[in-house]
């Protein structure tokens, strides 16, 4: 019998702000290829957000159409999500100047990466970084999605959508549907391989901190071998040590296997050894991607055809609701 029963909605986004980590391809690309069977799923290539930071134009451009290819190469098919890319979804702009307007400063100000941003940028201390949550709401409910990935980082900013969309509600009418975090099953939290108190970011300037999906084999076991660890030489998961934790969650994500199995693995032998090991095989795990990457980029054409789909969906998809918000909110029908 046909499962008439309509899929929930995930929606999940992604940063052009540099180079792919393993760090996102563990934490978010990686699952978004798994969920295509279960959920509608909508994943964009958020360049709205990265410019919260600023951006040297050419390369966000270039940043941007290596990303969509990136995230095919990791399993998203166009044809079966909807692929697109943000700016180019108008809709977004729209529904965010809505909210922006039923959002309050004060709700704005308790923003802990808000906080954390403007620290690390004080130069650049721009209004978008301080409005960036209620873009990241316009994003959710232009599509009413049910489910949003998130990490812990971003848990606050689905609290705040919550509250908007609830808010929204009251004041005009039932609309928004109030979406839910989702936990992967297999998402873990990659660490900085040169301080492994910090998570490996891609705008990361030490090249050396992280890994990225694209890096060839010896560039991958180079930097491993140089992942900072501590004076042990056990390779067992214990607290306080970050650096060997860190490396045995990436070897268990990328093989498959629990970490007792991993401790049991390497009982007896050396931190080089599982160095080594575990640059191999993340190395071997990721080389099917970077290959479907290089071909995927030697076809721009192809690439072109699938985010313009994607644009378009995503645009009739959100189109309908952010109408029905002007509407309600007391717009004028065009
Ligand atoms: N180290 C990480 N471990 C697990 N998941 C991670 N993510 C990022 N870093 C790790 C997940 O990747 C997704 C995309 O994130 P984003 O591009 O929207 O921004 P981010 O979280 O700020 O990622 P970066 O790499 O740290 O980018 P920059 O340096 O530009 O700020 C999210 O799902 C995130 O959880």
Redo the contacts with the bound molecule.
């Keep these: 019998m046909e499962n008439t029963e309509k899929k929930k909605v995930i929606l999940s986004?992604?940063?052009p702000?540099?180079a792919f980590?393993l760090?996102?391809y563990?934490?978010?690309i990686k699952n978004w290829a798994k969920l295509q069977d279960d959920y509608s799923c909508l994943y964009m290539i958020?360049d709205m957000?990265a410019i919260t930071v600023r951006q040297d134009p050419a390369k966000l451009r270039r940043n941007t159409l290596e990303a969509y290819a990136a995230i095919v190469a990791c399993g998203v098919d166009p044809e079966n999500s909807v692929a697109f890319i943000q700016s180019h979804v108008p809709t977004h702009g729209m529904l965010n100047w809505l909210l922006a307007c039923n959002t309050q400063f004060g709700e704005l100000s308790r923003m802990t990466q808000f906080k954390d941003k403007s620290a690390k940028h004080a130069d650049d201390v721009n209004a978008g970084l301080f409005t960036y949550p209620v873009l990241m709401a316009a994003d959710i409910l232009a599509y009413n999605a049910d489910l949003v990935?998130v990490?812990v980082?971003?848990k606050q900013h689905l609290e705040l959508t919550r509250d908007i969309a609830q808010r929204f509600n009251q004041r005009y009418g039932e609309l928004f549907t109030l979406p839910d975090g989702y936990i992967p099953p297999q998402g873990?939290?990659?660490?900085s391989l040169s301080d492994p108190t910090k998570?490996?970011?891609?705008?990361?300037e030490n090249q050396n901190s992280c890994v990225y999906i694209l890096d060839d084999k010896d560039t991958i076991i180079r930097k491993f071998k140089r992942a900072v660890t501590d004076s042990d030489s056990c390779v067992k998961y214990a607290e306080g040590k970050d650096g060997i934790n860190n490396l045995i969650t990436i070897y268990s994500v990328v093989t498959g296997k629990s970490v007792e199995d991993v401790e049991r693995e390497f009982d007896g032998k050396g931190y080089g050894d599982f160095k080594l090991a575990v640059g191999e095989a993340v190395a071997d795990h990721l080389a099917p991607v970077r290959e479907k990457f290089n071909d995927l980029m030697k076809n721009k054409d192809y690439l072109v055809s699938c985010y313009k789909r994607g644009d378009e969906t995503a645009f009739k998809i959100s189109s309908r609701i952010v109408s029905k918000a002007y509407h309600k909110a007391g717009f004028v029908d065009r």
């Design positions: 986004g992604i940063q702000s540099g980590t760090g996102n563990v934490g978010a958020a957000h990935p990490g980082d971003q873990a939290k990659i660490m998570k490996m970011s891609k705008s990361d």
